[in-house]
């Protein structure tokens, strides 16, 4: 079978089909259970989703600094899956597939296999239950990324969970044990703990060690009363029961809990597909090789998302889907023109949107980030000056009773442009976008903090705040 497009992967890639390619013959190739990608299903919306329980569960059990006295009696674990899943994700999830399987899709088929090269432009996968080769004028690889399991883990027999089947547990487990102190890590001990699990945290080093070190070093001081901590310790083996898993960790402690939560990164996809056959390079670290506007070393096959890209976030992946799907859309009408189907042209291409990158954390306390960290802004050179603000020096920190979370700004004197900005604290997943703003349109601090209003007494003003105490030349009125 032999198609215009083939698209490996339904989550970001799954948006490739726009009306300019409803002429053309489109194959989507889907491995996991769930149609629509980490995202959907394991990732992104439903993790926040849990969040928004979590933090429910933990206001009411810390009230009391406001004068109210609410408490926390316990969740209905059920209830919490089915309205995530029963009520939204399966439901979206089934829709897309049905959608692509539709008369609404005549040009798009849907295969539901593994995809695996065995040749140049040649897949070998999977249709109705039967195994089928097919092959593809331009092949776009979005195959993204899966949770890392340390050997120590995987080669022992326990029973362990990701980030993939955490959340579809039948039952809460009464306590559980995270391996891991990143991303995932974070946001599902606050998830757990907050929602009544004893939550135990084994990391070889510091959470969340990727943050700017004042940031770093607030987060950890807060966290380390909250679980309990088994911080700079790794796994020297597992062990299980029908109840339980033990680690044993190399300083001779022994961990047991109910279940056991393997969060220690994920690894880009691309090592199971064969990739050598179709000419596709990788690098070291497992990520495709992509130039800047996404083409593989393969003429004809682009990669985007988690696979290839060194930012695993799903508004990364989005972005990049939309500049290769420009790109395709160029190199072909490069090609049309040119009769030569190897021509190709960069003058009308974008390149690899990663200016500027936020993430979030939804953890408590709640973090966000982006630009240059102090260290990294020093170590290029620039004449770097800091303020790290307070919430409770403002007027909705005061209302929040907040003794802990600060917003650190970092800018250059000489241009009073901002190199990076740090949250940690509520909100701060929608307070960064103002300083993404500033960022991609080189905004000079002076100006932001001055030719505009800065709503009275909202949290923003911790941001005009902290922009007002660097060291720059503000005008006087």
């Keep these: 079978m032999h198609f215009d497009y083939i698209i490996i992967g339904s989550g970001s890639g799954n948006s490739f089909p726009t009306p300019e390619f409803d002429d053309a013959s489109i194959a989507i190739i889907e491995e996991a259970p769930r149609f629509g990608g980490t995202c959907l299903n394991s990732g992104c919306i439903p993790t926040k989703m849990y969040v928004v329980a979590a933090d429910t569960a933990h206001s009411a059990a810390t009230s009391e600094r406001l004068g109210i006295h609410t408490t926390f009696e316990g969740a209905d674990w059920p209830a919490i899956v089915d309205r995530v899943f029963g009520h939204r994700v399966d439901i979206i999830s089934r829709g897309g597939e049905e959608y692509r399987r539709g008369d609404e899709c005549p040009n798009i088929t849907l295969f539901r296999g593994h995809a695996q090269f065995t040749g140049p432009k040649t897949l070998s996968t999977t249709l109705d239950g039967e195994d089928v080769e097919i092959t593809g004028d331009t092949i776009i690889i979005a195959a993204g990324s899966r949770p890392f399991i340390p050997p ?94 033990t680690l044993t960790l190399d300083d001779g402690t022994s ?71 420009h790109n395709v859309l160029q190199a072909a009408g490069a090609r049309d023109a040119s009769g030569a189907p190897g021509a190709t042209s960069t003058s009308d291409m974008v390149p690899m949107p990663h200016d500027h990158v936020p993430s979030a954390v939804f953890t408590y306390p709640q973090l966000a980030t982006v630009g240059l960290t102090e260290e990294q802004a020093r170590e290029a050179g620039y ?95």
Excluded: C
């Design 255 to 325: 961990l047991t809990s109910s279940a056991l939560l393997v969060a220690t990164g994920r690894v880009p996809n691309g090592d199971r597909m064969n990739l050598a056959a179709a000419g596709v390079d990788m690098h070291d670290n497992g990520r495709i090789v992509v130039d800047d506007y996404g083409r593989t070393t393969a003429d004809g096959i682009w990669a985007l998302g988690d696979v290839s890209s060194p930012y695993m976030l799903k508004h990364v992946a989005n972005a990049e889907l939309r500049a290769v799907r």
């Design 152 to 245: 120590v883990i995987a080669e022992s027999g326990v029973p362990y969970l990701t980030n993939e089947d955490v959340m579809r547990l039948p039952e809460q487990p009464e306590s559980i044990t995270i391996l891991g102190g990143g991303f995932i890590a974070m946001e599902f001990a606050h998830v757990f703990q907050s929602l009544g699990t004893h939550v135990r945290i084994v990391n070889r080093s510091p959470l969340m060690r990727h943050l700017d070190a004042d940031i770093h070093d607030r987060f950890n001081a807060l966290v380390a009363p909250r679980y309990e901590t088994h911080i700079g310790r790794m796994v020297s083996s597992a062990s299980h029961d029908d109840n339980s898993v």
């Design 383 to 477: 004449d770097v000056t800091t303020k790290i603000q307070n919430y409770g020096d403002v007027a909705y920190g005061w209302a929040l009773e907040d003794q802990g979370s600060v917003v650190k700004l970092i800018a250059d004197k000489k241009t009073a442009r901002l190199l990076g900005a740090h949250y940690m604290g509520p909100q701060a997943s929608t307070l960064i976008q103002q300083m993404v703003t500033v960022l991609a349109f080189n905004l000079d601090l002076r100006d932001v903090a001055r030719r505009q209003y800065w709503t009275h007494p909202a949290l923003a003003e911790v941001t005009e705040n902290a922009i007002l105490g660097l060291d720059l030349d503000f005008p006087d009125y």
